[in-house]
């Protein structure tokens, strides 16, 4: 009994008190980041678009879809999707962690709009920013990024615009040295308070 609970806390992915992507959705940021909250409302109402165009069934009960957030921050909705996935297919696949590699290696999905919070989304879904690492919950991956990704993208500029993306280079051409490099390693800012802001803190602790 006590190795079985043990096996479920260790891929406990809410009842956490207090959620810390709520404080993270609460910090004056030049980011917005979804509120846990505002994302499982969202859910919910994808779930009953799903049942009602597919005859009633439940979409955290099919092993087959996959889920893509292509411009993932603190990774709220891939952990909450993970979360009823998790629940909705243990009938099906009763062997948790077999059931847990299969939802992060083969339906969850992300890609990351900076470097941090490529990390931070990691951090939220697999339990560490490696995915193959050994504090990581899914066991399968053999890279770091698992399906998480973040790649700096540089724009081509051409008569003014990004080839592309259609950016305009007057606004957004800053120059080498005006323009930070995401490949550099990474230094911790200020709070207002003094210390580490959170969104640092947090991806360095695994």
């Not at 280079?169 to 930070?180: S, Y």
């Amino acid at each position: 009994m006590t190795e079985a609970l043990t096996g479920q806390a260790s891929f406990s992915l809410r009842g956490r008190n207090p959620d810390v992507l709520t404080c993270i959705a609460n910090l004056s940021n030049d980011e917005v980041f979804t509120p846990p909250e505002f994302a499982n409302r969202m859910l919910d109402t994808l779930a009953e678009a799903w049942a009602a165009s597919h005859d009633g069934a439940n979409v955290w009960a099919d092993k087959t879809v996959k889920f893509l957030d292509p411009c993932t921050k603190s990774g709220v909705f891939l952990r909450e999707i993970t979360s009823r996935l998790v629940k909705g297919l243990a009938d099906e696949m009763p062997d948790l962690q077999a059931r847990v590699d299969h939802i992060l290696t083969k339906q969850v999905f992300g890609i990351g709009i900076t470097h941090l919070t490529s990390l931070l989304a990691r951090r939220s879904v697999y339990c560490s920013k490696h995915a193959n690492g050994l504090h990581s919950i899914a066991k399968s991956f053999t890279i770091d990024a698992g399906n998480i990704w973040f790649e700096r993208t540089e724009h081509m500029w051409a008569d003014g615009k990004c080839a592309y993306c259609g950016a305009s280079q007057k606004a957004l051409d800053r120059g080498e040295g005006l323009e930070p490099t995401p490949t550099r390693s990474f230094t911790p800012t200020t709070s207002r308070l003094g210390s580490p802001s959170c969104l640092e803190a947090i991806c360095s602790l695994t």
